[in-house]
């Protein structure tokens, strides 16, 4: 018995040891993940010991000051030592986020979490993410310094994950259970890539084209006009380009390919983009331009942005930076600041291929068979054997979708044609900037930067302000990209590209500022093809106005514009739908809902409760309008918000006021009606959860952790107004990931912030000590040190030496 019991006690202690060491499914190896000397409580760390570290290949001691918010002030001798230092730090503080993205963008998730993100990396695959990467890598190391920037860049990083036992490691990593793997400088070219089609990885040609078989051309062109009948562009109207010699290519005589596509790939977030604006001399308070930006992504923790100031000798600059690349990618130096937009350009194009057999080593080009080229993809999946799936390249570019993945025939194909593969050279352009003292220096650094495209703006301390729409740009034919391309016309295929010089941009105009917030980058008069994507109407012209309202701003006019809510999509159509809605028809309940409705001021605000009916109703309405579409088997973009209130209030008779569901015929007038009922049960079912229908609490903004909004690492219930198509465009889990406004004094003044903090570890007071003063519209003064010896604000002071 004794032995028995002696061999049940072993039994049981080794599964309790395998238990504890052993991860299942999504639960850590529980024992490496609450181990006293390894585990999670490691990570329950305080910054700000004032410290010395010896790191290879510096070349002279580097000093970093850090300020109350864990802002590294990075002084060095010359670039390669910065940017050494530069990698350096940023692991210290983001390392799992910074490696975390470049698996996403490699399509290697599967070897973090197991066969559940297959599908996804089969698609990061076949989208050429990992293809764009190695182009723009070879590019990057054709230029020599550039090559030694990304190779001081790695081995920072290297050094700081070189130093880690697995005690020391991010928390993220002891709940996945794995390790950091070394960093290359083709992860940073995967990060670039990941930001590349973050920003400009939607289009809607798959899904126009199905929209034009059930509906036909006429209805598609009056749905999804090129332009609207109110048009306030990027570039202003008086913007002439009649001294410019242009060739556009013809329109071929040749018919769009009518096919269908059931599924797509999954796509970047719709309400990707941002505002940025500028004022000169004339219209600035204090003579000096002013310049903000705020980009609009995803709201997560660690937030997508880490600040910092990079200093050498020869230069001097402070701002926003990637995690993952060189450089501050929004910010400014002691000469000019600039920030981006997303320049919604159509830069993606699908092209239906045949092939010769299933085999796929041919396709039909110009009269003839080609031969393709393949790439086998080996997706390593945790616990499961690697799964190969084989990309199919043309001319075009990669075959996305065939027979083995969403597509519809054995022997066609969709390739993708995107310029995010043509490689370039970004991080050249992000350096160039970083030491640029002049609008020339600004516009020569721009040069190098082909996706995504970007509205760059620009202001400096000679007064001058601009913007350039930046990308490679094809020179299309009207028309061209909209739908399904042939692949085997070569009058399909793209043409050219659209010089340089040539793509839109305005220095100083008349008007006295620039400004873009994702709008309609043109009016009819710039003379190529640009299509209508039907992304904003609305920010643009809130800003715009807000410019024209007065001849002088200050930088509080600059908060207060990136804090305004005012609905400009509600002011245009809540007043007509207030009028005509059949009060006879409502009950007192309803009654009482449309009365709070028509006391609303159209300002989301935290406290409004005609903001909450409105988006109510405005949902409602909506998905009422666009149900057969909704509804469709195959994938259906709606048009354009804004094309969809010009019908209702313009065409309340258009044959797609009918519900398709009903027998009676509707009209918008009867759309109004039932919307708002359904409206009314909403309302109702938010009191009731929530004790009222105040905006800030049906919105409950939050800032999710980026492995699947982990409750305990995230931020939620955050008190914030806006909303998307707001200048404030702050939606449940969107909005601006980092504001900042910089006067371009001597030196320049400069605020900024974001929902989110500088550390990545959820056990630092820094993770998230900015979100409260994000949402209360507040700023930190960006404390832009002018020489290491500075210590005005430093907290601590950290050292980098050469290693002996």
Request: charged share 25%; proline share 5%.
């Amino acid at each position: 018995m004794k032995i028995f019991k002696f061999v049940l006690s072993l039994i049981l202690a080794i599964g309790i040891f395998y238990a504890l060491n052993t991860k299942f499914g999504q639960i850590p190896p529980l024992g490496k993940f609450l181990s006293p000397n390894q585990g999670v409580w490691q990570n329950e760390i305080t910054e700000g010991e004032e410290k010395a570290y010896e790191i290879n290949g510096l070349s002279a001691l580097v000093q970093i000051h850090y300020d109350d918010h864990l802002i590294p002030h990075i002084f060095a001798q010359n670039n390669t030592d910065l940017y050494r230092a530069q990698g350096y730090v940023t692991a210290q503080n983001r390392l799992w986020q910074l490696e975390f993205q470049t698996h996403a963008s490699a399509g290697r998730l599967s070897e973090i979490v197991g066969s559940a993100a297959l599908e996804y990396d089969r698609g990061q695959r076949r989208k050429g993410m990992v293809y764009g990467a190695e182009k723009a890598l070879g590019n990057m190391e054709k230029d020599s310094e550039m090559l030694g920037y990304l190779e001081a860049y790695r081995d920072g990083i290297n050094s700081y994950i070189e130093s880690l036992s697995p005690a020391d490691y991010p928390v993220e990593y002891k709940l996945l259970d794995y390790k950091p793997e070394p960093w290359t400088m083709k992860k940073t070219a995967l990060l670039l890539m990941y930001m590349t089609d973050m920003l400009a990885g939607r289009d809607s040609d798959l899904e126009f084209t199905n929209f034009v078989n059930k509906y036909g051309k006429e209805r598609f062109d009056f749905l999804f006009p090129d332009f609207f009948d109110v048009n306030d562009p990027i570039i202003p109207k008086e913007r002439d380009w009649s001294s410019w010699e242009i060739s556009v290519p013809e329109v071929p005589a040749s018919e769009y390919m009518l096919d269908s596509i059931q599924k797509v790939m999954e796509k970047p977030h719709p309400d990707n983009g941002s505002n940025n604006w500028a004022v000169g001399p004339e219209k600035s308070y204090s003579g000096n331009p002013i310049l903000a930006n705020d980009p609009h992504l995803q709201l997560n923790l660690p937030s997508i942005w880490y600040v910092m100031q990079l200093a050498t000798p020869e230069k001097n600059t402070f701002g926003a930076t990637l995690p993952g690349a060189l450089g501050i990618v929004i910010g400014f130096n002691n000469h000019i600041s600039w920030g981006v937009t997303n320049a919604t350009r159509d830069v993606k194009d699908w092209f239906k291929v045949k092939f010769k057999d299933e085999n796929k080593d041919e396709y039909w080009h110009d009269d003839q068979w080609k031969s393709t080229t393949k790439r086998v993809e080996e997706i390593g999946i945790r616990g499961e054997a690697t799964y190969y799936d084989t990309v199919v390249y043309t001319h075009h570019g990669p075959v996305s979708y065939d027979d083995t993945f969403k597509g519809n025939e054995e022997k066609m194909g969709y390739a993708m044609q995107w310029t995010g593969h043509l490689g370039g050279n970004n991080q050249r352009t992000l350096i160039e900037l970083n030491a640029a003292k002049n609008y020339d220096e600004y516009k020569d650094a721009l040069v190098h930067f082909l996706a995504p495209a970007q509205n760059f703006i620009f202001s400096s301390r000679e007064g001058d302000i601009a913007l350039w729409i930046q990308g490679r740009f094809p020179n299309k034919w009207e028309g061209q990209g909209k739908f399904l391309l042939d692949g085997s016309n070569p009058e399909h295929d793209w043409q050219g590209w659209i010089p340089q010089e040539h793509n839109a941009h305005v220095k100083n105009p008349e008007r006295g500022f620039v400004s873009s917030a994702n709008q309609h980058p043109v009016d009819e008069s710039y003379p190529y093809y640009v299509f209508n994507d039907g992304y904003e109407m609305y920010r643009n012209r809130v800003i715009n106005d807000f410019f024209r309202s007065k001849n002088k701003f200050t930088i509080q006019d600059f908060k207060d514009l990136h804090s305004n809510n005012y609905n400009l999509k509600a002011a245009e159509l809540l007043p007509h739908m207030l009028e005509v809605m059949p009060k006879e028809e409502l009950s007192k309940e309803e009654l009482a809902y449309l009365e709070e409705a028509g006391k609303w001021n159209f300002y989301n605000e935290i406290d409004s409760k005609g903001a909450s009916i409105w988006e109510a109703w405005w949902t409602r309405l909506n998905r009422m309008v666009w149900d057969e579409v909704r509804d469709s088997q195959e994938a259906i973009d709606a048009p354009f918000v804004y094309q969809t209130i010009y019908l209702l209030k313009n065409y309340p008779d258009d044959p797609f006021m009918d519900i398709a569901s009903t027998p009676e015929v509707e009209t918008a007038n009867d759309l109004f009606l039932a919307s708002f009922k359904e409206a009314v049960k909403d309302l109702n079912s938010w009191k009731s959860e929530l004790g009222d229908y105040q905006w800030g609490d049906v919105k409950a903004t939050y800032a999710g952790h980026l492995l699947q909004a982990l409750p305990a690492f995230s931020r939620f219930n955050i008190p914030i107004g806006g909303n998307s198509g707001i200048v404030n465009a702050t939606s449940k889990n969107h909005g601006a990931s980092w504001r900042m406004i910089v006067e371009m004094s001597d030196p320049p003044k400069a605020f900024g912030v974001y929902p989110g903090g500088q550390s990545g570890n959820p056990g630092s007071k820094f993770y998230d000590d900015l979100v409260d003063i994000w949402a209360a519209g507040e700023y930190l003064e960006l404390n832009f040190m002018q020489s290491a010896d500075d210590q005005t604000g430093v907290s601590f002071t950290q050292t980098l030496n050469p290693k002996q």
